[in-house]
Structures are given as C-alpha cells and as structure tokens.
C-alpha cells in the first residue's frame, strides 16, 4: 500500500511539474493556440551533412598529437543522412508517419604510435603504424514517427516539437587500408540489421505557404545490431627454393568471420544526430 502511494505522488508531482511547463507556451488571452489542425496530410524531406578535418602541414609533427604518443597525421570524418517522409494528423498537433531513411558516414585517417620520445635511446627510428584506414558505411531502413507540436507562446509561425521514432534498418560498411603497401593488408567487411528508438526535439517555423522550415537533435536513443563481420588479412611472404634462396613471393591469405550483437544506449543530445527538414502541410478537404 505504501509502495503505491509512494508511486502515486510520484506520478502526480511528475504530471504538476510537465503541466507547469505546457502551461508556458499557453497565450494568456488565448490559452492554447493550435499549430497544425487535425485532418491535415504532410510531406517533407530532412536530411544532415556534418565534415569535420584534421589537416597536417609539411612540419614532421603535423596533425593532432596526445602526450607524443598518437599523432593523428590527416584525417577526415564525414557524416549524412536523408529521410523522406509522410504523415497525417489524427488529432490537433499530433501526426503520425512513416519515414524512409538512409544515412552513412565515412572516417578517411591516419593513426600513428609513435614511441621515439620514450625509446629514442634504444630505438630512435621506432614509429609503428596502428591504423591506416578509410571506413565506410551505408545504412537503409524506414521508421514510424509520432510527433507532437506545441505552438510558441500562442504563435501561429513558431512551434516546438517533441518526436519518438522506431526504426528498423540494414547496414554495411567496409574497412580498408588507405596505404599502397601491399606487403601487408588487413580488410574487414560487415553487414547487419538494426532496430530501436529514439526521442528527438525540435523547432518548426511556418511560411507564408503554409509550409515550414524544422530543425531537430536526438536528446535519447536505444538500439541493437546484429552484425556479420568478415575480416581478411592478405600478407606477401617471400618463397625460397631449396638452398634458401629467394626465387619470388606469393599471398597468404587468411579469412575470418563472426557475428557480433551490440546494445547501445545514448541518453545525451547527438550533435552529429540535427536534422533540417522542409514539410509542406496539407489541409482538409472542407465539405
């Protein structure tokens, strides 16, 4: 019995505390303004594109270095994504939709280990070389979205908006070397599925047209991946004849695979997650 008052003054103070804060974008002579009114269809399209650059110079120190251990000499990270999509409102500032979305990200860079700083007296040519790669990822899927507009403080052109979206999607990437040195190459190839949610916020503002401008960031999102992984090492090895005489080389090439599952939870904002959209709204046929 505690237990259940407990969790219903809990639930209250939780529902006083939300209504405190519907209650400010209420006008004060117009209580709430409707944004979008019920019946109306809409389309649209969003979409992001992120790039973010690590470029050295000719200075043998060039990049991004941590305690003169990592030096990152040229890198290059890319984000994008695009999603069409349709939705109807069922309800005054409530719509529901489907969404079809496609999105990748390619990471272009150079990761070097460099010990001479700590081995220059026993070593001092050491610089190993951990990573040298360009990955690539291609994601295709479509999602179910159930958004709730909230007029600005009884305006008819700004809107704030809350978003929950499930999703399910089939994904593929590769990892390859970005050098030319053929001696020694590791490639690791994956494919997979994924599923989850999120919940985003975001901005509306409406044109003349009745169309609007939106802007959105995911503030929390679970997912899980099941992903099929093939990992390929090529090696050139030098072949001898009998009296241990170099006569060629040949490749020995060794392949892998595994299927990895992966939970992942993010409960903060993803700046590489903003989305800009354009949705054109269309009103009920008036009989």
């Known amino acids: 019995m505690k237990k259940l008052l407990t969790l219903a003054i809990l639930l209250a103070s939780v529902s006083g505390y939300a209504q405190g804060i519907l209650d400010r974008f209420k006008d004060p002579d117009k209580g709430n303004v409707v944004f979008i009114e019920k019946g109306h269809h809409a389309f649209g ?23 003169s251990l990592i030096n990152i000499g040229d890198g290059r990270f890319q984000t994008w994504s ?41 070593s001092p040519d ?18 179910f979205v159930a958004r709730k ?30 050098s030319n040195d053929k001696a020694f190459r590791r490639e690791k190839v994956s494919d997979g599925i994924g599923i989850g949610a999120k919940l985003a916020a975001g901005l509306a503002v409406k044109l ?20 099929n992984q093939t990992k390929t090492t090529i090696e050139v090895v030098d072949v001898e004849d009998d009296a ?33 959209g354009f949705v054109r709204y269309i009103e009920p046929k008036r009989k």
């Open 82 to 122: 695009v999603t069409p999509g349709f939705s109807w409102f069922p309800a005054n500032d409530l719509s529901l939709g489907v969404n079809l979305d496609y999105d990748g990200y390619r990471l272009d860079t150079d990761l070097n280990l460099d010990f001479r700083e700590i081995l220059s007296s026993t």
């Open 244 to 276: 241990g005489n170099v006569v060629g080389t040949r490749n020995e090439t060794t392949t892998s695979k595994s299927f990895l599952h992966q939970f992942n939870a993010s409960r903060s904002t993803d700046i590489l997650g903003i989305r800009f």
């Open 208 to 227: 003349r047209d009745g169309s609007a401008i939106t802007v959105s960031i995911p503030v929390f999102g679970v997912s899980w991946s099941g992903t």
């Open 149 to 178: 507009y909230l007029s600005f403080f009884g305006s008819k052109t700004f809107a704030v908006f809350g978003e929950g979206r499930l999703f399910g999607n089939y994904f593929y990437s590769s990892s390859m070397p970005r």
């Open 126 to 143: 050491l610089n190993v070389t951990v990573s040298n790669r360009n990955i690539l990822r291609h994601a295709l899927g479509a999602s």
């Open 45 to 67: 399209i969003s979409g992001g594109y992120r790039s973010f650059n690590a470029q050295g110079d000719a200075d043998a120190n060039a990049g991004y270095a941590l305690l």
